[in-house]
């Protein structure tokens, strides 16, 4: 009777246990990695051309902040927009799920709760879903001492940002 109790234990602690999502290490950077606020760097990317995309970031961030709806629900969160940055906010509970607020200028970006998933840690690659269910490609990296970050549309046009701002991922109150 006593090791069946003790087996019914072990059970249901497995049980629980497996109902929190676990971040494996590869996610863990994934998530480190691309919570940022992203401007688009035009032209070649030089130490000049990152400086101009930064240039307002924080004034963008805080203009995000300040539209944000008290309560965020798929509808409320479709509404959101950057001005001219991709705001990507990791949720602290949710190992691979982030919000996804991109700019003005990309309506084929959905806003919203969206997914990703590490591809291939040594080269970068971060498969991403939108809030609307379309799968992008995303590739992280550096340019010197600046985070950088490549998308690549289902069409093949790719578009490339400087990470201007850290963002924490966000934990439920």
Known sequence: MRRLLIAALCLAGSNAAAQTPVASPELTRATNAIGAMWRPVEGAVTAETIRTACTGAEQEMRALDAAMPAELTTESAARVRGLRGLHVIPI??????????????????????????????????????DAGGQELAFQVGRAGPHPMLRIR?????????????????????
């Open 92 to 129: 602290a509970d949710t190992p691979g799920a982030a919000y996804f607020f991109p700019p003005l200028n990309m309506p084929w970006f959905t806003s919203g709760l969206g997914g990703f998933s590490v591809l291939n840690e040594v080269e970068g690659f971060i498969g991403v879903r």
């Open 153 to 173: 549309r289902s069409t093949g046009e790719i578009a490339t940002f400087a990470g201007c701002q850290p963002i924490a991922p966000l934990a439920s109150d």
